[in-house]
């Protein structure tokens, strides 16, 4: 970084702020409509990191006083059985919104069922119509972690228009969607990965920095970050 001073960004505390308000947002839409939102949660198969996440995501929605409605698929589901589902929840009038926990079993095309979710019901901003629509400004649900990211940056006030920005993935959930966000909050955005040379010497020219990758570090020759 450019020898700047360092700051904490507290998201667990700032987290417990939003979800008060999330609260008081349910709790205006049960007395408006007479109805409790719903999220759809899907698992397929017993990844054990996965169940965590969907217990946390369905624990959440009961502080925040939705229902949450968990839909656990066997690990030899095929394609269309996970389509078939989607389905099902898409024409539910009850459910608010999908969110299919990933990774999937290798035999699935992630891709086709994340893409099978209506974007009205695309609440994680998985499908490319919804990412699309984010890219370009228009209005669409964004991938929930570099949401996250950028609730976390506003709520700080930190400056992003003219900052360069640097963002470590391209995953379509993370890396990507990100970028994007902060390249309409007109920041300059290089994106790094696994092929990128020199990445020590970006990452310090960084006003922005943000690790979009799956592990807990990454080494490049002498540098660790």
């Known amino acids: 970084m450019k020898n700047k001073k360092s700051i904490l960004l507290d998201g667990k505390a ?4 939003i979800e008060a308000d999330l ?20 698992l397929v198969g017993n990844d054990p990191s996965s169940e965590i996440y969907v217990k946390m995501k369905g ?23 996970l389509l078939k589902a989607i389905e099902k929840l898409n024409n539910d009038d009850a459910i608010c919104g999908i969110l299919l926990q990933h990774p999937v079993p290798s035999q699935i095309n992630e891709r086709l069922c994340f893409d099978k ?14 990412f699309g629509k984010m890219t370009m400004g228009e209005k669409a649900f964004g991938s929930a972690t570099p949401v996250g990211i950028m609730k976390l940056i506003g709520h700080y ?66 540098y660790v970050f």
């Open 14 to 17: 700032f987290s417990k702020e």
């Open 157 to 222: 006030n930190l400056p992003i228009e003219g900052k360069q920005a640097v963002v470590i993935g391209r995953s379509p959930i993370l890396g990507k969607p990100i970028a994007m966000m902060l390249l309409n909050k007109n920041a300059t955005v290089t994106i790094c990965h696994s092929r990128t040379k020199n990445l020590s010497d970006i990452v310090k020219q960084a006003d922005i920095l943000v690790g979009a990758v799956a592990v807990i570090e990454i080494q490049e020759r002498n």
């Open 117 to 130: 979710i209506v974007i009205e019901k695309d609440v994680d901003g998985v499908t490319c119509l919804g």
């Open 59 to 81: 624990d959440a929605c009961d502080r925040a006083g939705m229902k949450s409605l968990k839909v656990h698929l066997p690990e030899h589901t095929t394609t269309n059985g």
């Open 23 to 42: 609260k008081h947002k349910v709790d205006r839409i049960i007395r408006n409509t007479g109805r409790v939102p719903v999220l759809a949660t899907i």
